[in-house]
């Protein structure tokens, strides 16, 4: 059975940093596209940043330069690093493992607020 679990959300101030985690169990992870994305109130669920499986990254223009996605295959593990947080980026989370198959986590809530 396959499992992402994301943690690492909460509330915090304008400016402020925030680590994301996910948690893979199941899955081959090295076989795996890692996603993050969010999906804001009222708002479609938007692609944050992805991670190949060489290690490849990309970004929203939106969050360039403030957040960083990375992996470590052997812990099953991804990571969004998120500084110079924005009200604009509160949202709910989510990993995302895509090959063949999608597969997702529940989520984790970010609010940036002061």
């Known amino acids: 059975q396959v499992q992402l679990v994301e943690s690492g959300g909460g509330l915090v101030q304008p400016g402020e940093s925030l680590r994301l985690s996910c948690s893979g169990s199941?899955?081959?992870?090295?076989?795996?596209?890692m996603n993050w994305y969010r999906q804001a109130p009222g708002k479609q669920r938007e692609l944050v940043a992805t991670?190949?499986?060489?290690?490849?990254?990309n970004y929203a223009n939106s969050v360039k330069g403030r957040f960083t996605i990375s992996r470590d295959n052997a812990k099953n593990m991804v990571y969004l690093q998120m500084n110079s947080l924005k009200p604009e980026d509160t949202a709910v989370y989510y990993c995302n493992a895509r090959a063949a198959m999608d597969h997702w986590g529940k989520g984790t809530a970010v609010i940036v607020s002061s």
């Open positions: 199941g899955i081959i992870f090295q076989n795996y596209f």
């Open positions: 991670i190949t499986r060489s290690g490849t990254v």
